[in-house]
């Protein structure tokens, strides 16, 4: 179940795209890293005298997709981010609209109760 939703209800649609995200968000990041990892291994590995043609420009690649990554990582969090805002927002919201509600039928209810007897129920009586 959703960590973002109350334990007493479902989780939203705009909940399970969150978690959806964030477990996309943390493959990426790792993704990311693991790439870094290789990068940093293959330049100190790899013989400066082979870093030429074929393997300078698949180096360079690399680290060219690196960065996308990292960026696709940040990116993430801030759609994130901007998720945990909306459902925040929307359960705001929700609990406005309940207190309106409940109001509004207590309004009605002492309306009826207090409302003067009909002509048609006076002559009932």
Do not use: F, W, Y
Request: aromatic share 0%; net charge negative.
């Amino acid at each position: 179940m959703s960590q973002h939703s109350t334990a007493l209800s479902t989780p939203t649609s705009l909940e399970r795209a969150l978690d959806q995200n964030e477990a996309i968000q943390e493959t990426v990041e790792q993704s990311a890293a693991e790439l870094c990892v290789i990068n940093a291994v293959l330049k100190q590995e790899v013989p400066e005298h082979v870093k030429t043609g074929d393997v300078a420009e698949a180096l360079q690649k690399t680290d060219e997709i690196e960065s996308r990554i990292q960026n696709s990582a940040g990116n993430l969090e801030q759609v994130n981010q901007a998720l945990k805002e909306e459902i925040k927002a929307r359960a705001d919201l929700e609990r406005q609209l309940a207190s309106t509600q409940a109001e509004l039928e207590q309004v009605q209810n002492a309306a009826q109760n207090s409302a003067p007897a009909s002509e048609g129920e006076r002559r009932a009586s």
